[in-house]
């Protein structure tokens, strides 16, 4: 059964860094394109980041770019979002989600993992 889950979130203060994994089991993350999402309480989900599967182009959402980094780890089939300079508005919960066909449908989305910013 293929599945994703997410961990590495908690509670910091502004200014900190978080790094979250997104293990995969199940499917190999390498032959598909990662997206990293975020809910924050009464906001609509929002994409943050998302890694091609194809060429391992990247993208981030404006607000994040020059913060956070996505990556790949092939050997341990896990995707990582390292998280630097950290801002209250950064509070949410983060999902990390899989996309064979890398055209923005993803098949797979993890549970989710809280992560929130103290000032």
């Known amino acids: 059964q293929a599945q994703l889950a997410e961990s590495g979130g908690g509670l910091v203060q502004d200014g900190d860094s978080l790094r979250l994994s997104c293990a995969a089991s199940g499917f190999t993350l390498d032959y598909y394109a990662i997206g990293w999402f975020r809910q924050a309480p009464g906001k609509e989900r929002e994409g943050v980041s998302c890694?091609?599967?194809?060429?391992?182009?990247?993208y981030y959402a404006d607000s994040v770019k020059g913060r956070f980094t996505i990556s790949r780890d092939s050997a341990k089939n896990t995707v990582y979002l390292q998280m630097n300079s950290l801002k209250s508005e950064d509070t949410a919960v983060y999902y990390c989600?899989?996309?064979?066909?890398?055209?923005?449908?993803?098949?797979?989305w993890g549970q989710g993992t809280q992560v929130t910013v103290s000032n």
């Open positions: 890694k091609s599967g194809s060429d391992g182009s990247t």
């Open positions: 989600a899989a996309d064979f066909g890398g055209d923005g449908s993803y098949e797979h």
